[in-house]
């Protein structure tokens, strides 16, 4: 059974910094492209960044590219997403992802879903 679960949320200020993981088990972890998703109060859930198997290739949204860097360690089968630079938009819960199957890029479906952490940034 696959797990994913997500650590590192919690309240920052503005400006501050924040490094997320996501704790894969039950999966090959090396064989899955990874990705983190974020869901605001009140809006959709939206993609944030994404890594190829490897972590030789990786993606981002316009609003985090910059200030926030995926990476994983497939010796620890985890995932992480470091965060700088946080503004109160980030606010969120951060969900973490993994895709087996696709074959596009960056992923546009994903079989697992992690639990969450949430994420919140004061002015």
């Known amino acids: 059974q696959v797990q994913l679960v997500e650590s590192g949320g919690g309240t920052v200020q503005a400006g501050a910094s924040l490094k997320l993981s996501c704790a894969a088990s039950?999966?090959?972890?090396?064989?899955?492209?990874m990705a983190w998703f974020r869901q605001a109060p009140g809006k959709e859930r939206e993609f944030v960044s994404a890594?190829?198997?490897?972590?030789?290739?990786?993606y981002y949204a316009d609003s985090v590219k910059g200030r926030f860097t995926i990476s994983r360690d497939n010796t620890k089968n985890t995932l992480y997403l470091q965060m700088n630079s946080l503004k109160p938009e980030d606010t969120a819960v951060y969900y973490c992802a993994a895709d087996f199957y696709g074959s596009s890029w960056p992923p546009n479906r994903y079989d697992d879903w992690g639990q969450g952490t949430q994420v919140t940034v004061s002015s």
């Open positions: 039950g999966l090959s972890f090396s064989s899955y492209r």
């Open positions: 890594i190829t198997r490897s972590g030789g290739s990786t």
